[in-house]
């Protein structure tokens, strides 16, 4: 899609099995990464799950892969393909399931780019994203299906395009956490710091219950640890000291408008809600040294599980000019 909201291309992935489960993927700066894994729509399958009543099942042995599709010239080279609509597969060492990624980016490369000889050809990309070993959907309506395989952790997955392989590593071992960000400036491109909403595993619960996210942190990328968090419930003026203070996905808002700036200078903007008075606050976190610095009461309840953006007033008046056409 062009930056004026036309759709220039589009491209049939015809090579999966059956419907899957494809919440997010990823771009890089000759990539598009599609995540092939087996959470699976099995609208066949007359055994429906005995809670949630749908045929959405988690089928293991039919194994996860990523995909590379060709967004440049270069891309197609360097992944020796005969088309730009084709796609490389990578089959990863184990079943997982992705719901979101904080980002991907090519980390290797050679110059020996025909399609631009001042370019070079990537031979490497890494994928960013919350992994889930295993999943139950049910578990979002009962938290007794929950197991501790469901999880969800930073992992760092790394496509080797010369060797078709796959690997995957555990990110800030024992940080569990979703709806992952970064600087938005950072997309497609290399990323230090990341920041997700992340709760604390409890026995007989779930991300879905007993609290939700009652915190965010920040993840370096580059030593592979939490690096800093803030507790939603330090945010907000408390009127009670009972309940549960909860908050979600966290937007990254850069300070300065140039791209010279830190990579980590910038603002983190979110909804958080007080339970046991329900009362729901719009809050303002320093991304870079992780403190709560403003809050706002808000009139009405905000539900937990709302993504989140953020629009200057240019790019606004850019983007009723788009709907306005």
């Known amino acids: 899609m062009s930056a004026d909201g036309t759709v220039t291309r589009t491209v049939p992935v015809t090579d999966i099995a059956q419907p899957k489960f494809i919440h997010d993927f990823a771009i890089t700066t000759h990539f598009m990464v599609i995540m092939d894994l087996p959470l699976t729509f099995d609208f066949n399958n007359p055994l429906k799950h005995p809670v949630n009543g749908e045929s959405i099942l988690l089928k293991p042995e039919i194994g996860a892969r990523l995909g590379l599709l060709p967004r440049t010239e270069i891309g197609q080279q360097a992944l020796g393909l005969d088309s730009m609509n084709k796609l490389k597969w990578f089959d990863l060492p184990s079943a997982c399931f992705v719901f979101h990624v904080f980002n991907a980016f090519e980390v290797s490369q050679t110059r020996s780019a025909t399609a631009d000889p001042e370019a070079a050809l990537p031979t490497a990309v890494r994928l960013l994203a919350c992994r889930m070993a295993n999943i139950d959907m049910a578990i979002m309506r009962d938290p007794s299906y929950f197991?501790?395989?469901?999880?969800?952790?930073?992992?760092?997955?790394?496509?080797?395009?010369?060797?078709?392989?796959?690997?995957?590593?555990?990110?800030?071992?024992g940080t569990y956490g979703e709806f992952p960000m970064v600087n938005p400036r950072t997309v497609s491109i290399k990323s230090q710091y990341g920041y997700m909403a992340s709760y604390i595993p409890q026995p007989g619960t779930t991300w879905w219950s007993g609290g939700e996210f009652p915190r965010v942190v920040k993840i370096d990328f580059d030593s592979g640890k939490m690096v800093g968090e803030v507790a939603f419930a330090d945010c907000i003026p408390r009127k009670s000291a009972d309940g549960v203070v909860s908050g979600g996905e966290c937007r990254f808002v850069p300070k300065q408008p140039s791209a010279g700036a830190a990579e980590d200078d910038g603002y983190l903007l979110t909804y958080v809600h007080d339970e046991a008075v329900n009362i729901s606050y719009f809050v303002v976190i320093d991304a870079k040294n992780m403190l709560p610095m403003a809050s706002v009461q808000l009139p009405q309840r905000v539900p937990y599980g709302f993504h989140t953006t953020y629009l200057t007033k240019t790019e606004l008046d850019v983007l009723k000019g788009v709907v306005s056409t």
């Open 147 to 173: 197991k501790d395989d469901m999880v969800m952790e930073v992992f760092q997955f790394d496509l080797d395009i010369t060797t078709g392989k796959a690997a995957q590593t555990t990110v800030a071992k």
